[in-house]
């Protein structure tokens, strides 16, 4: 009987991010025979926990729901979860002795960028280590080219588009670098997104008289959520009579909201929060619009594509060859310029729409489940 490899796999929660609901996918479609896995959480919190495939050990350093605010009364516990983490980080060791038991792993596995350093730094040192980049690094302030380096300290990079290998080829001193970097597209399940897109809409009413455009996405800076709520207000104050709907939930939910309310668009604007199933709200818009400043390779996109909705998107990292150059969907200038004029063409010239209508439906997805599974199975088996 061959041994198990043994796997640590490392990322702060399992919250609604795209990255999250990528490696639940990935872990779901994984062969269970073949690998021992040990999933460690800073935080014990996400509605895609129960996704987890229960053969996967679920380890944390804290639990309960993420603290977004600074309510005086939930500052003493902000606090020690932070302090808690740091000195686990700063202390790796303590880590490996006292939550993960001196247990000796084959692979450590950062699911996230973010992960880098606590894996780099790991006191398990004969270990191979992988890194999932899901970010262009080079449009995050903090990421230098210095900083970006220091993911040549893994064995393998996995990067999820070509915009973002071409940063890490840019970056790599030698071959052996360069042979690092992996690109494989984001593991997503098609069939999932259309079955679940015939459910039901639940507290939200569409108006087959007024187009909605829908945008989904953990909320945060980076969605470009305040660009698409302007830009609604000034066409609304041009008298284009529309509506604009945000599913998804995150640290600057109050901020777009109070935002909302500060431009007088509540009428017309609503946000929904987190839906454990976007679907069919997508099924039932009339546009899907991407307003992020940055991605890696959003794979909202993918679900827009499989649904084959009209889309407008800001050119970000993997948004080209999602839309395959533009033919699949609307590629607009990332700004709040490019915003506002794609979405005045979707409102004054519908019909521009038809021509990307027609190619999607005869459209195969080159994104497959079964593929992206399989490329990063042979990672895991080639270290």
Same mark, same amino acid.
């Given at each position: 009987m061959i041994e198990k490899k043994k796997i640590l796999i490392r990322i702060g929660s399992l919250r609604h991010g795209g990255a999250e609901k990528v490696l639940v996918t990935f872990l779901k479609n994984l062969p269970k025979d073949k690998y021992e896995i040990d999933l460690l959480l800073n935080?014990? $919190?996400? +509605?895609?926990? $129960?996704?987890? @495939? &229960?053969?996967?050990?679920?380890?944390?350093? #804290?639990?309960?729901?993420?603290?977004?605010? #600074?309510?005086?009364? &939930?500052? @003493?516990?902000? %606090? %020690?979860?932070?302090i808690f983490q740091k000195v686990l980080k700063e202390f790796p060791d303590l880590l490996y002795t006292l939550i993960l038991k001196d247990k000796k792993y084959d692979i450590e596995f950062a699911a996230i960028h973010g992960m880098r350093d606590e894996i780099l730094h790991s006191a398990n040192h004969s270990s191979k280590k992988i890194v999932w980049i899901h970010n262009d690094l080079s449009q995050v302030k903090e990421y230098t080219d210095e900083e970006i380096r220091k993911f040549f300290g893994f064995d393998s990079i996995m990067v999820i588009s070509k915009k973002i290998e071409q940063l890490f080829h840019g970056l790599a001193r030698n071959e052996s670098e360069k042979q690092k970097i992996v690109k494989i597209y984001n593991p997503l399940d098609t069939e999932e997104i259309i079955t679940k897109a015939e459910k039901s809409v639940i507290n939200y009413e569409f108006d087959k008289n007024i187009p909605t455009f829908i945008s989904v996405g953990t909320v945060f800076p980076q969605k470009g959520f305040d660009r698409l709520l302007k830009v609604h207000k000034k066409l609304i104050d041009e008298g284009f009579r529309h509506k604009i709907l945000i599913i998804g939930d995150g640290y600057d939910f109050e901020n777009i909201k109070n935002l909302k309310t500060e431009l007088g668009v509540g009428e017309t604007a609503t946000m929904l929060g987190f839906? &454990? #199933?976007? !679907?069919? !709200? *997508? +099924? #039932? =818009? &009339?546009?899907?619009?991407? $307003? =992020?400043?940055?991605?890696?390779? @959003?794979?909202v996109l993918f679900e827009a594509i499989t649904l084959k909705k009209k889309i407008i998107a800001t050119e970000v990292s993997g948004v080209s060859e999602m839309l395959n150059n533009g033919e699949l969907g609307l590629m607009v200038d990332n700004s709040e310029e490019g915003?506002?004029?794609?979405? +005045? +063409? %979707?409102?004054?010239? @519908?019909?521009?729409? %038809?021509? *990307?209508?027609?190619k999607l439906e005869n459209y195969t997805m080159p994104f497959n489940l079964d593929h992206s599974v399989a490329r990063i199975v042979s990672v895991l088996d080639e270290l």
């Open positions: 935080l014990y $919190s996400g +509605k895609y926990l $129960s996704e987890v @495939p &229960d053969w996967v050990n679920i380890i944390y350093l #804290n639990r309960g729901e993420m603290i977004t605010t #600074n309510r005086l009364q &939930d500052i @003493p516990e902000k %606090a %020690a979860r932070v839906t &454990d #199933n976007p !679907y069919p !709200y *997508f +099924k #039932n =818009s &009339d546009f899907y619009i991407l $307003s =992020s400043r940055y991605e890696g390779f @959003p794979t915003i506002y004029l794609g979405m +005045k +063409k %979707a409102l004054t010239e @519908p019909e521009f729409f %038809a021509g *990307f209508t027609e």
